[in-house]
């Protein structure tokens, strides 16, 4: 009869070994999985319901302080100095306006044909036509507030101009009255939102030029155009927080409109947002990795306990089958089915050296 010899034959060890690994492991991996997508689902349901919060609340910050523009302008544009656009009359008006909103560093008027009237820095109006500005078009189109993003002409810097009518009791446009405020100002009035570690919130209008940055110093003395913000084109931002690459990083971040249709986006590095996640990832590592070392010590104990009595009394049968009866059977002690095995190998070897004893006699 031949006999297989393949060195790829399990050993009854490896098998009993291999059972145990697996009987012990699925269980505990199956746990780790669910628990840990369980973990990772109401993480980043948290990471969604805070960016969103604080989007909300951003937007409507926003909207509240855009409100309160509108009913400067319209307030003051109603006064009789204001509406009789005489430059002598609306100086103090403006100089007042100026001083109670701390965010703005120009007050101005200008007439229909876009020459300016009236400022709040006492610098000579003759010299100021604001005709060309996109702010003056829209008021004078009809719109009840102007805005554009542009480089203001007394700071040369990047700045915010909103605009209103200004008309007489009859309803008859006479000018625009306009409040200019610097970028990096209003970045800190209106932007300054802290989500974890590195988020912020960056402000921009209906044509993507940065109104306001949670981070001031990355405003430049330029117009910031964001139209290739990833966050602007990145498919459902504006419904739901989406990873995507910003400047290399991993980031989640989401978008919202406000009511004067400019965009508000909240962004925050995904390590940052998801540091809890990532750590309890680890430690997942580490414990399923300590319970695999864990398991496959013990199950390397008791194979072998289980093994070696089975190997050594499948020496002593293989020696008894030689007629050697010398070799002590190991394990007749045991109260398990292994005992049970080893006391009838002995009983078989009695039995067989009796056979032999009698066929010894009768030769």
Known sequence: MTQNNSKFDLKIFHKILLTMVAVALVPLLGLLYIGGYKFERDWQQIVQSRLMLTANDMAGRVNDWADTNLRVLRQNA?????????????????????????????????????????????????????????????????????????????????????AGPIRDASGALQGVMALAMEVAEISQIVANAKIGETGFAILVDEHNKVIAHGRPRQITQSLQDLSAHPALSAAGAAQAPTVYEDAGRRVVGHTRKTALGWTLIIQQDYDDA??????????????????????????????????????????????????????????????????????????????????????????
């Open 78 to 162: 109603a006064l009789p100095d204001v509406v009789s656009m005489d430059p002598a009359r609306q100086t103090p008006v403006l100089k007042t306006v100026r001083g109670a909103y701390e965010w703005a560093y120009l007050v101005f008027t200008v007439n229909r044909d876009g020459q300016n009237i009236g400022r709040s820095d006492e610098q000579p109006s003759a010299s100021y036509q604001y005709g060309d500005r996109s702010y003056f078009k829209q008021v004078l189109d009809g719109q009840p507030l102007g805005q554009e993003v542009v480089i203001g002409k007394t700071t040369q810097k990047p700045a915010l101009i909103l």
């Open 274 to 363: 998801f540091a809890p996640l990532l750590e309890a990832r680890r430690n997942a590592l580490i414990l399923m990795a300590f319970a695999l070392a864990l398991v496959l010590g013990v199950a390397y104990l008791l194979s072998r306990q289980l093994a070696r009595p089975i190997v050594e009394l499948t020496a002593v049968a293989e020696n008894l089958s030689r007629g050697n009866f010398d070799m002590p059977i190991v394990g007749t002690e045991r109260r398990d089915e292994i005992g049970a095995l080893a006391r009838a190998v002995e009983r078989m070897a009695v039995s067989i050296k009796m056979a032999f004893e009698r066929l010894r006699k009768k030769s």
